[in-house]
Nanobody, 124 residues
Framework: QVQLVESGGGLVQTGGSLKLSCAAS????????VAWFRQAPEKEREFVAA????????NYATSVEGRFTIAKNNARDTVYLQMNSLTPEETAVYLC?????????????????WGQGNQVTVSS
């Protein structure tokens, strides 16, 4: 497994932007598909976006497509999630996940390494 550390969360107003980062340690991200999920209180974990090991395949949840961008920098072992036009309904803990062969899956169980999560709060 690879260790993941998220950063970049915080408080933003409706319509604002945030950029999250997920850094890997112990292993290189070249060998992993990486995804972002989010979980609001009393709700199930929700897929946001995923990127393949090479960065050549990307998958977005329909709800974020066109507003969020996932990007992978293998040289820095970091994956980014640029989030634009945020709404209060997107307030959640955002988690980074990784797996060697997840096929940019939207299913949480496809990933076997998880970060600790990073709070994103969108105020109305």
């Amino acid at each position: 497994q690879v260790q993941l550390v998220e950063s970049g969360g915080g408080l933003v107003q409706t319509g604002g932007s945030l950029k999250l980062s997920c850094a890997a340690s112990g292993r290189t991200f070249r060998d992993y598909d990486v995804a972002w999920f989010r979980q609001a209180p009393e709700k199930e974990r929700e897929f946001v976006a995923a990127v393949s090991r090479s960065g050549g395949r990307i998958n977005y949840a329909t709800s974020v497509e066109g507003r969020f961008t996932i990007a992978k920098n293998n040289a820095r072992d970091t994956v980014y999630l640029q989030m634009n036009s945020l709404t209060p309904e997107e307030t959640a803990v955002y988690l980074c996940a990784a797996a060697p062969y997840a096929s940019v899956s939207y299913i949480p169980s496809a990933y076997d390494s998880w970060g600790q999560g990073n709070q994103v709060t969108v105020s109305s």
